[in-house]
């Protein structure tokens, strides 16, 4: 069981990572809130989804050192990015409220393995 959390904790910064990213274009921003947000707020999310694929790179070296962790990462990202793909295709509005589940998902994954 606790091999799994790294693994869920590096996949839900992720997914927070680049849907925060996503939404921090103009075209899917308006797909999945159905308006155009602020430039400053759509910026905030672009900053805060770089952050967090750069901190969900953290736990992939942790747990399986360097070159095996960013392979790890790489691969988790390629997943992440598709099924985001997916999502804004077919369901965009399915994001808005996964946000706040992964948001809980990470946070339950942090207090668990703490």
Do not use: K
């Amino acid at each position: 069981m606790m091999e799994i959390l790294p693994d869920f904790l590096i996949l839900m910064l992720m997914f927070i990572g680049l849907g925060a990213i996503c939404v921090g274009m103009n075209r899917h921003a308006r797909q999945v809130f159905g308006i155009l947000p602020s430039l400053g707020m759509r910026c905030l999310r672009i900053a805060l989804g770089f952050v967090a694929l750069m901190v969900s790179l953290v736990p992939a070296i942790d747990d399986y050192g360097t070159s095996i962790g960013v392979a790890v990462w790489i691969g988790y990202l390629a997943v992440i990015a598709t099924m985001i793909g997916l999502v804004l295709t077919y369901y965009p509005r399915i994001l808005r409220p996964a946000f706040p589940m992964a948001l809980a998902g990470l946070l339950i994954a942090v207090l668990v393995s703490w």
